[in-house]
T-cell receptor
Framework: GENVEQHPSTLSVQEGDSAVIKCTYSDSASNYFPWYKQELGKRPQLIIDIRSNVGEKKDQRIAVTLNKTAKHFSLHITETQPEDSAVYFCAASGAPTGTYKYIFGTGTRLKVLA | GAGVSQSPSNKVTEKGKDVELRCDPISGHTALYWYRQSLGQGLEFLIYFQGNSAPDKSGLPSDRFSAERTGGSVSTLTIQRTQQEDSAVYLC?????????????FGSGTRLTVV
């Protein structure tokens, strides 16, 4: 089955710097890759997603890139702010076997230092 | 409703007891998912429902776990003979349909503590 690896597990950056979180997936048939942000004690919330027919997508300070050949995708946060501090999860989905469940990475705890 | 509702928000139970966790998805969402999040860990898939199709139960960790979805709406996750390792936050999510590119909306979860 699908396996998603996520790195790093923790990441500390200075406010204003950029943060990059990387994920790799195992099933080349996966075609949808969402990213979720989970603040302490709260529910995960979708922040950005990318489909396999697109190489990059941006939304203000957040961008996601996808390399289908290498089977990896990354989240980029620019000009980080303290409110970006949270746990971020990547996921992969869409294998043609009909399993539409998301397989999540193990999460990255991002700390933005003021 | 406006969002995915889960109840109870917290549940403390004694080892060996059965528990039921409830999820009320967003109105009109045909797909419903259950995940488990252990302390400091990722999101572990348990089960998902899509309309009247047979559920995908491939993530249920043992036969002590079961789930139902009545009338295509509310779902109940039941854990029988609870064990301490069942302690976790149980998250429910729904989406408009079970397809690869429809994002989930998560509920706030039920924090289960088995003592």
């Amino acid at each position: 089955g699908e396996n998603v690896e996520q790195h790093p597990s923790t990441l500390s950056v200075q406010e204003g710097d950029s943060a990059v979180i990387k994920c790799t997936y195992s099933d080349s048939a996966s075609n949808y890759f969402p990213w979720y942000k989970q603040e302490l004690g709260k529910r995960p919330q979708l922040i950005i997603d990318i489909r396999s027919n697109v190489g990059e997508k941006k939304d203000q300070r957040i961008a996601v890139t996808l390399n289908k050949t290498a089977k990896h995708f990354s989240l980029h946060i620019t000009e980080t702010q303290p409110e970006d501090s949270a746990v971020y999860f990547c996921a992969a989905s869409g294998a043609p076997t009909g399993t539409y469940k998301y397989i999540f990475g193990t999460g990255t705890r991002l700390k933005v230092l003021a | 409703g406006a969002g995915v509702s889960q109840s109870p928000s917290n549940k403390v139970t004694e080892k060996g007891k059965d528990v039921e966790l409830r999820c009320d998805p967003i109105s009109g969402h045909t797909a419903l998912y259950w995940y488990r999040q252990s302390l400091g860990q990722g999101l572990e898939f348990l089960i998902y429902f899509q309309g009247n199709s047979a559920p995908d139960k491939s993530g249920l960790p043992s036969d002590r776990f079961s789930a139902e979805r009545t009338g295509g709406s509310v779902s109940t996750l039941t854990i029988q003979r609870t064990q301490q390792e069942d302690s976790a936050v149980y998250l429910c999510a729904s989406s408009w349909r079970a397809a690869a590119n429809y994002g989930y909306t998560f509920g706030s979860g039920t924090r289960l503590t088995v003592v």
